[in-house]
T-cell receptor
Framework: GAVVSQHPSWVICKSGTSVKIECRSL??????MFWYRQFPKQSLMLMAT?????????EQGVEKDKFLINHASLTLSTLTVTSAHPEDSSFYIC???????????FGPGTRLLVL | LAKTTQPISMDSYEGQEVNITCSHN???????ITWYQQFPSQGPRFIIQ???TKVTNEVASLFIPADRKSSTLSLPRVSLSDTAVYYC????????????FGIGTKLQVIP
């Protein structure tokens, strides 16, 4: 149980294009989903917190107009990197929190390379 | 959010028991201690979570002293496949679990 998937697992795009990453909780409903970014040899950095049906809360320094988050249902959240640039190349990881005293469960990550 | 401190790296030979200690001096009453494992290019994987004393599962044990200002993750008889980064997190119980990842401990298992 407690499986989180991400799609795609990797993506290469041209500078200036937009990329959408999906995060799904497969066998549970997630009251909250989180999006992280991880650069090589660094730790995970929280980008934003999203709750189903409401606007995401972004961490300081994260541009909300560049990283659009939609949490349309209790099992799906999407992150859209708009007008991607090479500096947005990173490993993007989502997690889903079932609520109560549970822990959050992480997806496998999406590798984004912007050329 | 309580800050955690862990050793940056550790080496161990195969078959040995590995203990990774984490300090969390500012832990609050309702906080739980959670450990994750991360392999390169993968998302973190939940290992174990505890509040106090000792917790054991099929993968690891977690020791938490009475003052809860530190915790120790114990991995019995490590193998090469246990080479990974291990993160100690302090998580608010019942909350939405916003967490801050520290640098983690890079465990290298040597044959």
């Amino acid at each position: 149980g407690a499986v989180v998937s991400q799609h795609p697992s990797w993506v290469i795009c041209k500078s200036g294009t937009s990329v959408k990453i999906e995060c799904r909780s497969l066998d549970f409903q997630a009251t909250t989903m989180f999006w992280y970014r991880q650069f090589p040899k660094q730790s995970l950095m929280l980008m934003a917190t999203s709750n189903e049906g409401s606007k995401a809360t972004y961490e300081q320094g994260v541009e909300k107009d560049k990283f659009l988050i939609n949490h349309a249902s209790l099992t799906l959240s999407t992150l859209t990197v708009t007008s991607a640039h090479p500096e947005d190349s990173s490993f993007y990881i989502c997690s889903a929190y079932p609520g109560a005293a549970e822990t959050q469960y992480f997806g496998p990550g999406t590798r984004l390379l912007v050329l | 959010l309580a800050k955690t401190t862990q050793p940056i790296s550790m080496d161990s030979y195969e078959g040995q028991e590995v203990n990774i200690t984490c300090s969390h001096n500012n832990i609050a009453t309702n906080d739980y201690i959670t450990w994750y494992q991360q392999f390169p290019s993968q998302g973190p994987r939940f290992i174990i979570q505890g509040y106090k004393t000792k917790v054991t599962n099929e993968v690891a044990s977690l020791f938490i002293p009475a003052d809860r200002k530190s915790s120790t993750l114990s991995l019995p008889r490590v193998s090469l496949s246990d080479t990974a980064v291990y993160y100690c997190l302090v998580v608010l119980s019942g909350g939405y679990q916003k967490v801050t990842f520290g640098i983690g401990t890079k465990l290298q298992v040597i044959p």
